[in-house]
């Protein structure tokens, strides 16, 4: 959950290391470094807090050379400090830039202390130079002291990038649960924990694999298997740009994309499409023979991507009529699951790196499933790769920490899978032709339900002195409910939870009074009755009520209950996207009148790639 950016050139790479750190600096922010080798010495400069205070600080600096490295960091071993920021160094030769945890780094601690070496941190990853450096004084190499020291590694230590004033012209990179792209130059290369600290450098890139040892120097990249084999790993050309990480005219980049998600969606849904049907082959070459075998789902996924899933399963079960299952993955990659025949294991993840679904697609592999199929926004990512079938999102590149438009695109590309395998289990073609008339309906949906904003930015004013929120849904609206109090808790960090509506009379009706706003999601469905009622529970306790309310239902507002109408009545396939959005942009605007920081709320991260 760090950003790690390198370089080696023939010219100053200070103000391209910069630039990778503000690229990635959603991946780490509570602290950010850079180590140099200037006239052959190591410089380092490192700062508590983001990237700015690290380029402030090297404004007063005459800090240059053609080989460094840098990193954000997201905290694990140690608090947020000086101390703890990365690049680690061991005497003045090594220096390192880790992302992951080492889980036997007190033992490594210990037996270094004991021959000599003194640590400077609490980290994990300061271990890892005093190691390189403690077999350099057996045998002089650099890469065989790396390779001895990554053998020794336990945990999803995930990455290294190394440099040492002992090979003045090289960059060691290793690879270990979560990647390593290397970004290839004229005359120059680099090398980063995502592409997209590299994009204004080059849209030439390599990947380690688990294992790799790379060697950058400016005219070469030497790339050695876990064998320690010479290994070409294939260049593959970004589809991305440097400029899709422009904020443009909005204030934050959460707002940015809560209003791009119609045109992501439109990119989700956009050649997969034909005569109001949706081709196999949009998942593969396989696809066909997998999907007409699929007699169930298991979907595993964390956080937003995991409430994804769980509209899922309501949508696969009522329209397919095909058994799912939703789990959390890291709590499905430390059980022993029963995998029923013909069951399709689906990964779902927005980055293609989290570190839980990642281990538990590998887990899957070995556990009898028909097949996998990766959901995920990212093409160069280790689920991509990995997995038998892939339906990509198309969202974009989402740099808000509270997802958005990812979410929206994966509820499109769930929603696809469900309508693809309810065919193969014999939907009728006028049934199909249907849903997907609703599907494509869903962009402009999305479109008309972004008028709400102002109206919305009014009501966050009713939250804004609040400690606690209670959401609630009902059906497939419930995981919408779930993500509205995620989104709320993670960027405002107001106390938020979501509970089917039909739990309140088992437990949290206790909580409800005048100080905490309940909000509900009330489209025009068969369980809007049952809804009513659960809402009345409230009101009776005191309780004031916030209804984001299908058109035609009739609640009528008072001091007690405010309504919000949708602009439209929607068939039950597109209610989760369109309730998805007011909830959205209501944490959105929650959030700026406490003044907190939206796109960087703290304790999170972009991208999980730690356990």
């Known amino acids: 959950m760090c950003g790690i950016v ?58 240059s050379g053609g080989i460094g490295i840098a990193h954000t960091r997201w905290a694990t071993h140690g608090s ?5 920021a990365h690049p680690h160094i061991s005497g003045d030769e090594i220096a390192v830039v880790h992302n992951g945890i080492i889980e036997n780094h007190k033992e490594l601690r210990s037996d270094l202390k004991a021959a000599g070496f003194e640590f400077t ?124 990480a422009d904020r443009g005219n909005y204030k934050h980049y959460m707002e940015k994309e809560i209003h791009e998600q119609p045109a ?86 927005q980055s293609g790196e989290t570190a839980d679904t990642l281990a538990a697609l590998r887990s899957a592999k070995k556990l009898g499933y028909l097949a996998t199929l990766a959901i995920c926004n990212v093409s160069e990512s280790s689920l991509i790769r990995e997995s038998d079938l892939v339906l990509m999102t198309h969202a974009g590149q989402e740099i808000g920490v509270a997802s958005t438009k990812a ?5 499109a590309a769930l929603l696809m899978l469900t309508i693809v395998v309810a065919r193969h289990r014999g939907l009728a073609q006028n049934s199909e032709h249907e849903l997907v008339s609703q599907l494509a309906e869903i962009p402009g949906l999305v479109e008309q339900s972004l008028v709400l904003n102002e109206a919305i930015a009014d009501l966050a004013e009713e939250f804004a002195d609040k400690n606690h929120a209670l959401f609630l849904g009902r059906g497939s609206l419930n995981p919408i409910a779930m993500e509205g109090a995620l989104k709320l808790k993670e960027i405002s960090y107001i106390h938020a939870e979501a509970y089917a509506a039909g739990e309140l009379k088992h437990g949290p009706l206790a909580l409800v009074d005048e100080n905490m706003p309940v909000v509900a999601v009330a489209p025009n469905n068969e369980l809007l009755e049952k809804l009513k009622s659960n809402l009345e529970e409230v009101r009776a306790r005191g309780g004031k009520l916030y209804v984001f309310a299908d058109p035609a239902v009739d609640f009528e507002a008072d001091k007690d209950i405010h309504i919000i109408r949708m602009p439209a009545h929607v068939h039950p396939i597109q ?37």
Do not use: W
């Open 6 to 63: 390198g370089a080696v050139s023939q010219r100053d790479i200070t103000p391209v290391l910069l630039e990778g750190l503000c690229r990635l600096e959603y991946r780490g922010y509570d602290s950010a470094g850079i180590a140099i080798i200037q006239n052959n010495s190591l410089q380092r400069l490192r700062r508590l807090g983001k990237v700015n205070g690290l380029q402030k600080a090297l404004a007063g600096r005459s800090l």
């Open 80 to 84: 947020p400090s000086e101390s703890n």
């Open 121 to 244: 941190s609490e980290t994990d990853s300061e271990v890892i130079a005093h190691r390189i450096s403690y077999h350099m004084s057996n045998n002089n190499d650099l890469r065989d002291a790396i390779c001895l020291t990554v053998q020794e590694l336990k945990g999803g230590y995930a990455s290294i990038v190394v440099m040492s004033t002992k090979d003045p012209g090289a960059l060691y990179a290793a690879r270990a649960g979560t990647p390593v792209v290397i970004g290839l130059g004229e005359n120059e290369n680099f090398v980063a924990s995502d592409v997209a600290a590299l994009l204004p450098e080059t849209k030439r890139f390599q990947f380690l694999e688990e294992g790799d040892v790379a060697i950058l120097r400016c005219s070469e990249v030497q790339i050695y298997d876990a064998e320690g084999h010479d290994v070409e790993r294939p260049v593959r050309v970004s589809e991305n740009t440097a400029d899709s």
């Open 264 to 349: 992501a969606l439109m990119r989700t849904l956009a050649n997969r499409i034909s005569e109001g049907m949706i081709p196999d082959s949009i998942f593969g070459e396989k696809a066909e023979e997998i999907l007409n075998n699929v007699g169930g789902l298991h979907i595993v996924a964390c956080g937003t991507s995991y409430h994804a899933g769980l509209v899922a399963r309501s949508q696969c079960e009522e329209i397919a009529r095909l058994p799912c299952v939703v789990d959390i993955a890291s709590e499905y990659r430390y059980r022993n699951p029963v995998v029923p025949d013909k069951t399709l294991f689906v990964a779902i993840s």
């Open 407 to 411: 979410f929206t695109t994966q509820l």
């Open 575 to 611: 209610e989760p996207l369109l309730y998805t959005v007011p909830l959205q942009l209501l944490a959105y605007h929650v959030a700026l009148l406490k003044g907190t920081d939206v796109d960087q709320p703290r304790n999170l991260a972009k991208s999980v790639t730690v356990e």
